[in-house]
């Protein structure tokens, strides 16, 4: 079992920033990459919101360079999956595997002083085999990251909660048609929500449906053209010609193995000092035993949280980056007073 100062669990935009600060602080952060190495920006192709990229960059590339950039200042990214933590001792106790879905693959044991928590959240999805061959190419979980590359084209959206309606929104600002997707006959949205969208002019619907298959091509470009729905109601099914389809039925924040251990929200998500102010949550004394406020300390003192598995909101690549600084920052500052040089 080794021991180090800091061990960051995730590797998307919160952990990878995390990694870069820490060690550029001269902590030596331990990254352990989890199940989607490179976080849900893997799942996109062009990138056109990030700071820095006037022409835009690829997801995958974006953060290959953010891990070659924290590896740069000495972080040891691991393609390991955090399956077992254990906060009530210190050091803390963590157990990785490189693929938690076999038993045969290897098990590895660490100890450390501080934990920066960014293990993300995965977005639902459908489940259907070419969902994630399109994954990136059409097929999407977030509007506000995509929406402009649907400029003058149709679009898909599969919900009826208060996300599908905010992306079935934000997507008529570029779309020349949205298709709201249900499988009920009402939206599950709030009142002002639903009014709101109902008198858009450029929305469709698609009452008591499900997307059963996604069409598209493969050359000269990948992309979706369109998907076939089936009734909830008699099971006929029908093709609709789209460009591209925005699943907007949720996120689950991957916190399994600090349930019990960590403060959460009823669904899963950590709550750090920042994230209580957000939500009007009123934090008991004892949680923060930290010498100072650390906005993104946990209910445990020295762990960290940052990125998707806080954010409900904003879920954006550069907020989770910016979450990931100040996680990073946090953790050194409560090291150095707690000791730990």
Same mark, same amino acid.
């Given at each position: 079992?080794?021991?180090?100062?800091?061990?960051?669990?995730?590797?998307?935009?919160?952990?990878?920033?995390?990694?870069?600060?820490?060690?550029?602080?001269?902590?030596?952060?331990?990254?352990?990459?989890?199940?989607?190495?490179?976080?849900?920006?893997?799942?996109?192709?062009?990138?056109?919101?990030?700071?820095?990229?006037?022409?835009?960059?690829?997801?995958?590339?974006?953060?290959?360079?953010?891990?070659?950039?924290?590896?740069?200042?000495?972080?040891?990214?691991?393609?390991?999956?955090?399956?077992?933590?254990?906060?009530?001792?210190?050091?803390?106790?963590?157990?990785?595997?490189?693929?938690?879905?076999?038993?045969?693959?290897?098990?590895?044991?660490?100890?450390?002083?501080?934990?920066?928590? *960014?293990?993300?959240?995965?977005?639902?999805?459908?489940?259907?085999?070419?969902?994630?061959?399109?994954?990136?190419?059409?097929?999407?979980?977030?509007?506000?990251?995509?929406?402009? &590359?649907?400029?003058?084209?149709?679009?898909?959206?599969?919900?009826?909660?208060?996300?599908?309606?905010?992306?079935?929104?934000?997507?008529?600002?570029?779309?020349?048609?949205?298709?709201?997707?249900?499988?009920?006959?009402?939206?599950?949205?709030?009142?002002?929500?639903?009014?709101?969208?109902?008198?858009?002019?450029?929305?469709?619907?698609?009452?008591?449906?499900?997307?059963?298959?996604?069409?598209?091509?493969?050359?000269?470009?990948?992309?979706?053209?369109?998907?076939?729905?089936?009734?909830?109601?008699?099971?006929?099914?029908?093709?609709?010609?789209?460009?591209? &389809?925005?699943?907007?039925?949720?996120?689950?924040?991957?916190?399994?193995?600090?349930?019990?251990?960590?403060?959460?929200?009823?669904?899963?998500?950590?709550?750090?000092?920042?994230?209580? *102010?957000?939500?009007?949550?009123?934090?008991?004394?004892?949680?923060?035993?930290?010498?100072?406020?650390?906005?993104?300390?946990?209910?445990?003192?020295?762990?960290?949280?940052?990125?998707?598995?806080?954010?409900?909101?904003?879920?954006?690549?550069?907020? *989770?980056?910016?979450?990931?600084?100040?996680?990073?920052?946090?953790?050194?500052?409560?090291?150095?007073?707690?000791?730990?040089?």
């Amino acid at each position: 079992m080794s021991r180090h100062s800091v061990l960051v669990l995730g590797s998307g935009s919160a952990g990878l920033t995390a990694a870069i600060y820490s060690a550029r602080a001269n902590f030596a952060p331990i990254v352990l990459e989890g199940r989607e190495p490179g976080g849900q920006l893997t799942w996109t192709t062009l990138v056109e919101n990030f700071p820095g990229w006037p022409e835009g960059v690829m997801g995958p590339e974006l953060m290959d360079l953010m891990r070659k950039q924290a590896q740069r200042f000495g972080a040891d990214t691991r393609y390991q999956t955090v399956v077992k933590v254990d906060l009530s001792r210190r050091p803390f106790h963590v157990t990785a595997q490189e693929d938690p879905t076999d038993d045969r693959s290897g098990v590895f044991e660490y100890e450390a002083d501080a934990l920066i928590v *960014a293990t993300g959240a995965t977005a639902r999805i459908l489940g259907l085999p070419t969902e994630r061959e399109y994954m990136g190419y059409g097929v999407g979980t977030c509007a506000t990251c995509d929406g402009a &590359l649907f400029r003058n084209k149709e679009v898909a959206v599969v919900g009826g909660g208060d996300t599908a309606i905010e992306e079935a929104t934000f997507l008529t600002r570029y779309a020349r048609k949205v298709t709201l997707i249900h499988r009920r006959n009402e939206l599950r949205a709030s009142k002002i929500m639903r009014e709101r969208l109902l008198a858009n002019p450029k929305v469709e619907y698609a009452w008591d449906s499900e997307v059963t298959e996604v069409h598209g091509i493969q050359e000269p470009h990948k992309k979706v053209t369109g998907i076939t729905i089936r009734s909830t109601v008699d099971g006929a099914t029908r093709s609709m010609d789209v460009d591209g &389809l925005f699943l907007a039925i949720g996120h689950v924040p991957n916190t399994s193995a600090f349930r019990g251990q960590l403060a959460m929200t009823p669904e899963g998500y950590l709550l750090n000092r920042n994230a209580c *102010a957000w939500k009007g949550v009123e934090a008991p004394a004892d949680w923060f035993e930290s010498f100072a406020n650390f906005g993104t300390s946990t209910s445990v003192s020295g762990v960290f949280a940052c990125g998707d598995v806080v954010d409900t909101h904003y879920r954006q690549a550069i907020t *989770a980056s910016g979450s990931g600084c100040a996680a990073a920052i946090d953790s050194e500052k409560w090291l150095e007073q707690a000791g730990h040089h």
